[in-house]
């Protein structure tokens, strides 16, 4: 290699980014020892910003574009190097790349559940989980505060910290939202959309922004789910329990076909999906609005064969059945006392039924 070739593998003519990776946020430019050649090219691709640095400071900041770098069109660097070999000399500068694409799919959620007051079940722990992307919004404060010299600064090395403002903002957000924990679903995407801002905000201060943030999903825990589907099926079993009934029935009827003694154990199976819909009709019946038990009313027995029963009227009222006894025995029962009974056309006075009034006794000896 002649002095020439060497001397022009020490100067730069192309300053340029091709991300071959998708977490790459920072990339270094690697110059090394070299020089980049005073009019060299610098080639800035749509998402990305070149940042140049003098001596630790930040001297100038190119959008997406292909510039010639000279002298007229880097101010503060001409100052900062004092171009003490002329305008045409080359230059030494680190040069940084910031990607200010949208990082997508980073991933969230709470890693301890969140306690909440529900006005239904009181107090309860649900944890959250869903997705987020980031970007860089200020890269020369995303330089100074976080990449430092860094020369490829990478997304997870920021995803951590970021994850952590998210769960916190989360957390207060769902506690003091006042939303019940069965309409939270109906509610995620209001939270999340109201708490992109928020986080942005928490984030500016190192350059980067939350363009999109998602709540995927808020849920209970399993033993409380679990409660919740038994509570559902006793739910679906009530309202659907004759339907139930019917096909218990149906389904005993094509099975007793299918056996050798064909319908004719039908109604054991009939008789048992009928069974087991009465037991459950009776457990599914709330106990709070089921009525105390009634006695049920004595029965009277038939009177005895060859017995006639009386009716006798006192007061107005009617009182029997009785027997010929009870009535003649009856306190207060007298000649003029209306009875009547099965066969009698009308209440007649005791005294004109022979059978009531009994026979008439002899007179008096001497009389």
Do not use: C
């Not at 230059?91 to 006005?119: C, H, L």
């Not at 038990?293 to 004595?298: E, G, L, R």
């Not at 029963?309 to 007061?315: D, I, L, S």
């Not at 025995?329 to 006075?349: F, N």
């Amino acid at each position: 290699m002649g002095l020439l070739d060497k001397i022009k593998g020490e100067f730069i003519d192309i300053v340029e980014w091709t991300d071959d990776t998708r977490d790459t946020i920072v990339w270094r430019f690697p110059r090394h020892d070299n020089e980049i050649k005073n009019g060299a090219q610098l080639v800035v691709r749509e998402g990305q910003v070149a940042i140049f640095v003098n001596e630790g400071t930040i001297a100038d900041v190119f959008s997406p574009g292909t510039v010639s770098l000279e002298t007229k069109n880097l101010p503060i660097l001409t100052t900062l190097k004092g171009w003490k070999y002329g305008f045409n000399s080359p230059f030494k500068a680190e040069v940084y790349f910031i990607s200010t694409r949208q990082f997508t799919d980073q991933k969230w959620g709470t890693q301890n559940p969140a306690m909440m007051r529900d006005p239904e079940f009181g107090m309860v722990r649900v944890r959250a989980f869903g997705t987020y992307s980031f970007k860089a919004d200020d890269p020369a404060v995303l330089l100074r505060e976080l990449v430092g010299t860094d020369p490829a600064f990478k997304t997870d090395e920021v995803d951590e910290f970021i994850r952590q403002s998210v769960v916190s903002r989360v957390v207060t957000a769902l506690a003091t939202s006042g939303v019940a924990v069965l309409d939270l679903a109906a509610h995620q995407n209001d939270i999340a959309d109201k708490l992109a801002p928020i986080i942005s905000e928490d984030l500016k201060h190192l350059g980067l922004t939350l363009p999109r943030f998602i709540i995927e999903n808020v849920s209970l825990p399993a033993e409380v789910e679990a409660m919740m589907d038994k509570r559902t099926q006793v739910g679906v079993m009530h309202g659907a329990l004759d339907e139930f009934t019917k096909l218990q029935a149906a389904e005993a009827i094509g099975d007793a076909a299918k056996n050798p003694g064909g319908l004719a154990g039908a109604g054991v199976g009939i008789g048992a999906g009928a069974a087991l819909g009465a037991q459950l009709a009776n457990a599914l019946q709330p106990t709070a609005v089921q009525a105390p038990a009634q006695t049920a009313p004595a029965v009277a027995p038939p009177p005895l064969p060859g017995t006639t029963q009386w009716y006798v009227g006192e007061n107005g009222a009617q009182v029997g059945p009785l027997s010929p006894a009870e009535v003649t025995g009856r306190a207060g029962i007298t000649p003029d006392t209306l009875v009547w009974k099965a066969g009698m056309a009308e209440w007649t006075r005791l005294g004109d039924v022979p059978e009531l009034a009994g026979p008439t006794p002899p007179p008096l000896p001497g009389s």
